[in-house]
């Protein structure tokens, strides 16, 4: 019951090269959401998708694409990494529903772009 | 625009104290979530709530809706409670908009 898991957990790259960070969640929830964590930002959305083949930008989606053509699977992908886009990056999940909004997170992944 | 603010950004207690962090938002919500997060480890969900108070073990949510604020409690403050406490918030669907965080560090 492994739950949401991502992968890599840990990623070193060069600028310009192409990264997916992989998510995952046995649930078969509806939503999940990719979110970066820097200090002095806190929080903030890249992608979200309610459902498989359905994908929404969030807040800061610039440089990033998104599929899912799976329930479970949300994978994030850094076409042409840059240095600005060194972060943590976790991933979310939660079921759709008014009683519903509860996420739940992956252990996140620590991406360095030099 | 849908904003979120907590209060402090930095706190610093004794072991046994009694600690307060706030969070205020801007518009109606449809739910407030507190998560905890230990230095370089993963994001947990600590409460969600739509009205009143809701308790688990040495930690107290509260939330007023009228005047959009909420406050996350913890007593007996245990350097173990030492983390970043993050408030977030749904305003009206799935997506969550979250304040910077509260840094506490509770020493021995």
């Known amino acids: 019951d492994a739950g949401i898991t991502q992968s890599p957990r840990y990623k070193i790259t060069e600028t310009g090269r192409q990264v997916t960070l992989m998510c995952h969640q046995t649930?078969?929830?509806?939503?999940m959401f990719w979110y970066r964590q820097d200090l002095g930002h806190g929080l903030r959305l890249i992608y979200y998708?309610?459902?498989?083949?359905?994908?929404d930008k969030g807040e800061v989606p610039d440089g990033y694409v998104v599929s899912r053509s799976k329930t479970e699977n949300f994978p994030l992908t850094l076409e042409s990494a840059t240095r600005s886009q060194t972060s943590v990056y976790f991933c979310?999940?939660?079921?759709?529903?008014?009683?519903?909004?509860?996420?739940?997170f992956g252990p996140g992944t620590r991406l360095t772009v030099t | 625009k849908n904003e979120v603010e907590q209060s402090p950004q930095n706190l610093t207690a004794q072991e046994g104290e009694f600690i307060t962090i706030n969070c205020s938002y801007s518009?109606?919500?449809?739910?407030l979530h507190w998560l905890q997060q230990h230095p370089g480890g993963g994001i947990v969900s600590l409460f969600m709530?739509?009205?009143g108070k809701k308790k688990h073990g040495r930690l107290i949510a509260t939330i007023n809706i009228q005047e959009k604020h909420s406050s996350l409690h913890i007593t007996a403050s245990h350097p173990r409670d030492s983390a970043v406490y993050i408030c977030?918030?749904?305003?009206?669907?799935?997506?969550?908009?979250f304040g910077t965080g509260t840094r506490l560090t509770i020493i021995p």
């Open positions: 649930w078969s929830h509806s939503y």
């Open positions: 709530l739509s009205s």
């Open positions: 979310a999940s939660n079921r759709a529903g008014t009683s519903s909004y509860e996420q739940y």
């Open positions: 998708s309610a459902a498989a083949d359905i994908t």
């Open positions: 977030a918030v749904n305003f009206g669907n799935e997506k969550l908009t």
């Open positions: 518009v109606g919500i449809s739910a």
